[in-house]
């Protein structure tokens, strides 16, 4: 090859290379390609005395999502199935789910979830190492949502029950969330404080604090794609209970997890609805 094909060649290789990744802060964004890390959160104690150990994980995709199924890729131990998750989202998701522990559970046991994908296996260690005991306040901070209103609880939210379903159909799902109203709507600097009903805001109150519930399907566990229509039950509602009704169509039989998650800025609920799908 002349000189001039090298640089050609070099030139193609540097662009396909910035198309698969893009610098950000001196490291690298990766689209796809990359594995699957899980995360011990912390613990809460449960009124019973029992214990919760909390897990997210950290799927180093930027647009990549990925699924790993139950299995010698995909375990806790002990007892190998806890209710994790099989299909990752892209990026740090936190508070995913929980492993409830008994009561007298020795101190320095760890509870070990291991994963392996792309090739590289990661492994999240979980004890009742005193720091590391959890509460609402550090749930709401990492999430995001500041400092937790004094009082505010997470919405319930209730849902469909377990369906069966055969391809193509699809099945009707619905879920309502309630909240207890916090955290309050806040006005930002320079923002109209002329509307008396916080629930009917102008465009001119744009500014105000984003508040209220919200409700999103994601995929938990499946062998297939999932289309959620609508995915989300799209703005906001303060003070009043919300209720998001979606047609879930799938890829490919099996079973699946599906779970509606409420929000309310601070604070959020999951329920799960099994289908089966033939």
């Not at 090859?1 to 690298?28: D, E, H, K, P, S």
Request: proline content about 7%; aromatic content about 8%.
């Amino acid at each position: 090859m002349t000189r001039r094909g090298n640089w050609a060649a070099g030139i193609a290789c540097c662009f396909l290379l910035v198309l698969a990744a893009v610098t950000f802060g001196g490291q690298i964004r990766f689209a796809t390609g990359q594995d699957v890390a899980p995360v011990f959160e912390g613990w809460e104690q449960n009124p019973d005395g029992t214990y919760s150990m909390v897990f997210g994980y950290l799927n180093r995709n930027y647009e990549e999502e990925v699924d790993i199924p139950i299995g010698p890729n995909n375990a806790i131990e002990p007892s190998g199935d806890r209710g994790q998750p099989t299909h990752f989202y892209p990026r740090r998701q936190r508070f995913v789910f929980k492993v409830v522990v008994p009561k007298d559970w020795d101190k320095q046991q760890r509870l070990v979830w291991t994963l392996t994908s792309r090739g590289k296996t990661n492994q999240a260690k979980a004890w009742l190492q005193p720091e590391w005991e959890l509460n609402d306040e550090v749930i709401a901070e990492n999430n995001g949502g500041g400092v937790i209103a004094p009082g505010n609880e997470a919405p319930s939210i209730r849902g469909s029950s377990a369906q069966t379903v055969t391809l193509p159909n699809a099945v009707t799902l619905t879920v309502t969330a309630t909240d207890d109203g916090l955290p309050k709507r806040t006005l930002r600097p320079g923002a109209s404080n002329s509307v008396s009903d916080p629930n009917l805001l102008s465009n001119q109150d744009a500014a105000r604090r984003e508040s209220g519930v919200q409700i999103k399907w994601i995929v938990y566990r499946g062998p297939g794609k999932v289309q959620f229509s609508p995915a989300t039950s799209g703005a906001a509602v303060y003070g009043q209970p919300v209720t998001l009704t979606s047609k879930a169509s799938f890829s490919a039989p099996g079973t699946y997890v599906l779970r509606a998650v409420a929000n309310d800025g601070q604070l959020s609920s999951t329920y799960d609805v099994t289908v089966t799908v033939k």
